[in-house]
């Protein structure tokens, strides 16, 4: 019934408002529903939200883009935009429709946006974001178009590799396990946060990453600790990737947050 609501919506006349898959989800993070209404709280928000999201891994701790990468012979030449330059070209209606559809205002087709994922964000998350993105004053120079190589050309041409707006179709009904109101919450930061990583359903991906149920085996103490630093169990050094997002975009969550993403991935385990 959603898919066919949305379909009516997508192609109704110029004059309606666009559909917005993330007015479909009532699940938000912390400081949302203050962030509604003062305008500080609200940047605020959006502030936090550009770094758990992981907005500045991709595209640099400034948010001014960054060379993601540079093989001309494989998969080409690929720029993370410079968000401060893009979010103010756009109205806002192109940047939610980049953020939540997977659908650029000029390009064609879009690449590695995930926006599979960000879908699935509350509409008052979506608010504080484009609010603080369209608020950062511009910097630096606008980031490249990408340049796709042999290999990202021939994993298109077999599927392998799809646009952003073909993931957000083909992932829009498949997530981790719903284990009921109580874990809602966690589910949900699993579902716009760890699946990036740990595949839609936190699966992971074999020979990278592991199967969320690993966190089965920790109490809430060693959670916090590899949470927050990147620390796991037995001491091993964790990827330098799994280091750098435990320090910099899972030590913002609130406290209650990661209480919630805890509960969830114990239960997800238990209950497997």
């Not at 997508?10 to 989800?25: I, K, S, V, W």
């Not at 995930?114 to 120079?141: K, M, T, W």
Request: charged share 25%; net charge neutral; glycine share 8%.
């Amino acid at each position: 019934m959603r898919i066919i609501i949305a379909s009516v919506l997508l192609l109704a006349t110029a004059c309606q408002r666009q559909f917005d898959p993330a007015e479909l989800h009532g699940q938000s993070f912390d400081g949302a529903p203050i962030a509604a209404t003062p305008a500080a709280a609200k940047l605020a928000h959006g502030e936090r939200l550009t770094w758990v999201l992981g907005c500045r891994g991709c595209h640099g701790k400034d948010l001014q883009g960054q060379l993601w990468d540079d093989d001309p012979k494989e998969y080409g030449i690929m720029w993370a935009s410079n968000l401060t330059q893009a979010a103010r070209a756009m109205s806002e209606a192109e940047l939610r429709s980049v953020m939540t559809r997977g659908v650029h205002p000029k390009r064609e087709e879009l690449w590695v946006m995930p926006s599979e994922l960000f879908q699935h964000l509350a509409r008052p998350d979506v608010d504080a974001l484009l609010a603080y993105l369209r608020f950062i004053p511009p910097a630096g120079a606008p980031s490249p178009d990408p340049q796709l190589g042999p290999r990202a050309l021939r994993e298109i041409a077999t599927g392998e590799v799809k646009s952003a707006d073909k993931r957000v179709a083909e992932l829009r009904n498949i997530g981790p396990v719903d284990l009921g109101p109580r874990y809602a919450l966690g589910r949900h930061i699993t579902r716009v946060a760890c699946a990036e990583c740990h595949g839609t359903r936190l699966e992971g991906n074999p020979g990278d990453t592991p199967d969320l149920i690993v966190v089965g085996g920790y109490s809430r103490e060693e959670f916090e600790r590899l949470i927050t630093q990147g620390v796991p169990t037995d001491n091993r050094k964790l990827k330098e990737l799994m280091q750098s997002v435990a320090k910099n975009r899972y030590s913002r969550l609130t406290a209650h947050e990661r209480d919630a993403l805890y509960g969830y991935l114990k239960a997800r385990a238990e209950q497997r």
